[in-house]
């Protein structure tokens, strides 16, 4: 998954589902949080109709690249 967020720079929640297919919706959006609340991706969300949410990688989470993707 960092290396999706890594390789698209930024990118929304609906292309990093489909790009991390067959993963569930519900396991998703966990391991976003748990890497959010760890500080190693950013999740901006915009207040907007429909809503936008894209994810980047923080300064911490960039240390973490080079890893090999699966």
């Known amino acids: 998954m960092l290396w999706k967020i890594h390789e698209a ?11 991390l297919q067959p993963i569930a919706h519900r396991t998703l959006s966990k391991q976003l949080k748990e890497l959010e609340a760890s500080n190693l991706i950013h999740r901006e969300q915009y207040n907007e109709i429909p809503p936008k949410v894209e994810y980047s990688l923080t300064e911490e989470g960039k240390t973490l690249i080079p890893i090999a993707p699966l």
């Not at 720079?9 to 790009?19: A, P, S, V, W």
């Open 9 to 19: 720079g930024i990118i929304r929640y609906n292309k990093l589902h489909e790009e």
